[in-house]
C-alpha cells in the first residue's frame, strides 16, 4: 500500500491499483508518493520548451524528468568534434527567446547547450526538474484517472504525462557478427569517447550520415589511418558557414526585430525545399546539380568521386551540408571503401571481398533507434495495452500528438513530425500550443481527461500516408525514415505552416471528453 498526497487530500492505493507492482524502495510501507499535475519528460528543445510556456501560462504544478545530470538532450550527449546544428541557429532556437549572440550561422553544440541552459534559468525552471530521473514505466490507471510513474528515483502520480524524450536519444550500434568481441575500442558518435586519444590510431568510421561528415574532417589530419566504410553515398550540399559579425550581434540585440525578420527569411528559404520534397520531386534537379558540382569541384580522383556519387534523389535520406568531409576523404591516410563488412574480428575489419583491415578503434555514426525505440514499450494505457503493441507494425498518433487509448498522454515530436528541411523547434513549439489550447479546453470544461477517438487517429494517419505516396521519401531508398514495414513513419509531409495551422487549436470534437465529477480531485492547472 502506498499514500498519495493531493489537493483533495491523502488517498490510499494498494500495488493493485498498478499494472506492475512498483518495486521501488521509497515504495515499500507507508510512503507518500508525490502527485503532480503535469509530469514532462526530458530537458531538450521539447521539455524544456514545454516547461517554459507552462510557466509562461502561469502553471507551476508540475516536474520535469531528467535521466541525465544537467540540460540540453541531443546538445548535452552529441559532443564528438565539429557537432553543430544544420539548420542555421537564427531559426533553430525558441521563437520566444531568440539569442542575439549566436557566435555562426551554424553554431556548434556547446552554444547550443549554453543556449538550452541559459533559458532554463532565466524562465526559472530548474526548480521543476528531478535529475537522474529515468522514467522506466508509466501506467493508466482507469481508476483514479492518472498516469503511475516509476522513475529511477521513486514512484509519482501524473494527471497528464508529456513525452518530450527525443527522436533520436537512443544510439544505434550496427549488427555486424562479431563486433562484440572487438578488442580495441569502439564506440558511438552520440557517446564520444573524449578520454581516448585517436592521435596515431588506425580508425575506422561506419556510416556517412549527418554526424559522421562533421566529425571526419576534425579527426581525420590526427589519426594514422582512416577507413571510411560506406553504404549508400550521402547527398552533400555547400555548407557556407560563417561567423557573425560582432557588428551584426549588437544590431540583433539591440533592435530584435532585425534578428526577427532575418529568421523569417531563413524559415521560408527552408520551407521552399519542401516544395520538392513533398510535392514535385523534379523541381530537386537544381539541387542535385549544386551537390554534384560541388562533389565534382572537391574530389579530383574520378574513382574516389564514383564511389561518393548517389544513385537515388535528393532528399529521399536526409541531405547533408558540408565544406570539409569530401577534401578530408581526398587525403593520403583515408581510404573510402564500399565493400559491405562481413565480420568484425578481434583487432580487424573483414569485408565480402575477402580484404582484412587491421584497425585499432571503431567510431560507430549509425544514427539512432528512431521506429523502434525501448520507451513505448514501457507506456500503458487502456487494458494495459503497451504503446509499442499499439504502434506495432506502424507508430501513428493524431497530429503527431495524442494517441487513441492512451487518455492525457501528449507526444512531443510523436510519429510523423520529423523534417528533412525545416527546424525541428518550429514543429515542437507548434505541438506546445495545441497541449496548452487542451489545457485551457480542460479547465473550461472541467474535464478530467482526453483521448483522441480511434476514428479520428485513423482518418488523420491515412491522410498522411496518402500524401506520403508522392513524396520523394518513398522513392526508393533505404532510409531511416522508414520503419521495418517500409512505412514513413518519421517526417510530415507537407508545408511545416500547415502542421502550425492545425494545431493552433485543440480541437474536442475529435476527442472523448471525461468530465471530472464533483467528488474526484481539483486538477486545478496552477497552484
Ligand atoms: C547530432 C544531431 C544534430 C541535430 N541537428 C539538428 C538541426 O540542426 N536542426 C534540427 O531541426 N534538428 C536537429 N537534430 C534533431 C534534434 O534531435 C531535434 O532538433 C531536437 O533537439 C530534439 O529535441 P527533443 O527535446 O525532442 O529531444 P532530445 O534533445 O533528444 O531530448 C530528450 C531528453 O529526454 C531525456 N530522456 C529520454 N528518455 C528518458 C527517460 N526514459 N527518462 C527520463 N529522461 C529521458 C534525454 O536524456 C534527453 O535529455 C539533430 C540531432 C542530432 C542527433
Redesign the pocket.
Known sequence: MFQVFARGGRKTFSDNDLRTPLSNGSSSGESPVRHVHMAI?????????MAIRLKQEGHNDFVV????AD????????TYPG?????PSHL?SFSFALNPNWSRA?SP?GEIQDYLRSCAKRFGILPHIQWN????QAAWSEDDHCWHLT?TQGQLLADLLIL??????EPSLPAIPGIEGFEGTLFHS?QWRHDYDLTGKRVAVIGTG??AV?FVPQIQPHVAHLSLFLRTPPWIVPRLDHPIPAWQRTLFRFLPITQRVVRTIIYWQRELLALGLVYRPAVLEDGMQIARRHLAKQVADPVLRAKLTPEYILGCKRILLSDDFYPALTQPNVEVITDRIREVRAHSIMTEDGREREVDTIICGTG?HVTDAQ?PQRIYGHGGQSLAEKWHPSSSAYKGTTVAGFPNLFL??GPNTG?GH????FM?EAQIQYILDCLHTMKRRRLLAVEVRPDQEETFNRELQRRMRRTVWTSGCASWYLDASGRNTTLWPGFTFEFWRRTRHFDPQHYHLIPRTASQRVATSTS
Open positions: 519528460l526530458g530537458t531538450g528543445f521539447a521539455g524544456l520548451g524528468l531528467e535521466r541525465a540540460i540540453g538532450g541531443t546538445w548535452r550527449d552529441n557537432c553543430a546544428c544544420d539548420i533553430y551554424y553544440q530521473s529515468e522514467l522506466q522513475t518530450g524524450n527525443g527522436p533520436l536519444s552520440a549527418a554526424s562533421q539512432f520507451l512531443l515530436i523534417l525545416n527546424s525541428m523547434v515542437i
